[in-house]
T-cell receptor
Framework: NAGVTQTPKFQVLKTGQSMTLQCAQD?????MSWYRQDPGMGLRLIHY???????DQGEVPNGYNVSRSTTEDFPLRLLSAAPSQTSVYFC??????????FGSGTRLTVV | QQPVQSPQAVILREGEDAVINCSSS?????VHWYRQKHGEAPVFLMI?????EQKGHDKISASFNEKKQQSSLYLTASQLSYSGTYFC???????????FGKGTSLLVTP
């Protein structure tokens, strides 16, 4: 039972490049979310989904896109990377009745 | 939308108690508590649902005052392993999003 799997663990991008952060869960959870974590700012919600085909914006959605074509996968796309998107990104999932299970995170640096 | 946590940081000696508070300006459906060790992902501690119930396991417990939109996390007889950053997360009555506070850094010293 893998839980929530995020790839890659580390990534360096140049300004303007695009990329997709992958997130997959094998717990059949309906809820999935993306957070970014910056020093002193806590965990800020980027986008979330309550089921396949349903997504919504969180607190800091600008510059990011998501889609949810299956229950298992919830990729996060950076359209045109900016230095302000340098952060640690966490994907998390939940069965709507309990707590969230977090992936191990992706440390992204944009230069 | 982020709930407000206090204090920002706490330093304890082993065996001492601590309380971490979380408040929201919105009517809440649930409150979550997580602990994060340095360089690791947050780990779920407990969830409290609307209804004012108090939960706990071992020496860590929490309460939820639905009318005041406030929750408190109680750590009693702290252990070295309790060190980390504690986050509260809230889900409002009007949505599904889980929003986190900025965290409380807890350091337990020998």
């Amino acid at each position: 039972n893998a839980g929530v799997t995020q790839t890659p663990k580390f990534q360096v991008l140049k300004t303007g490049q695009s990329m997709t952060l992958q997130c997959a869960q094998d717990m059949n959870h309906e809820y999935m979310s993306w957070y970014r974590q910056d020093p002193g700012m806590g965990l800020r919600l980027i986008h979330y989904s309550v089921g396949a085909g349903i997504t919504d914006q969180g607190e800091v959605p600008n510059g990011y896109n998501v889609s949810r074509s299956t229950t298992e996968d919830f990729p996060l796309r950076l359209l045109s990377a900016a230095p302000s998107q340098t952060s640690v990104y966490f994907c998390a999932s939940s069965d709507m009745t309990g707590g969230y299970t977090f992936g191990s995170g992706t440390r992204l640096t944009v230069v | 939308q982020q709930p407000v946590q206090s204090p920002q940081a706490v330093i304890l000696r082993e065996g001492e108690d601590a309380v971490i508070n979380c408040s929201s300006s919105k009517a809440l459906y649930s409150v979550h508590w997580y602990r994060q060790k340095h360089g690791e992902a947050p780990v779920f501690l407990m969830i409290l649902l609307k209804g004012g119930e108090q939960k706990g396991h071992d020496k860590i417990s929490a309460s939820f005052n639905e009318k005041k939109q406030q929750s408190s996390l109680y750590l009693t007889a702290s252990q070295l392993s309790y060190s980390g950053t504690y986050f509260c997360g809230t889900v409002s009555n009007s949505g599904y999003a889980l929003n986190f506070g900025k965290g409380t850094s807890l350091l337990v010293t020998p």
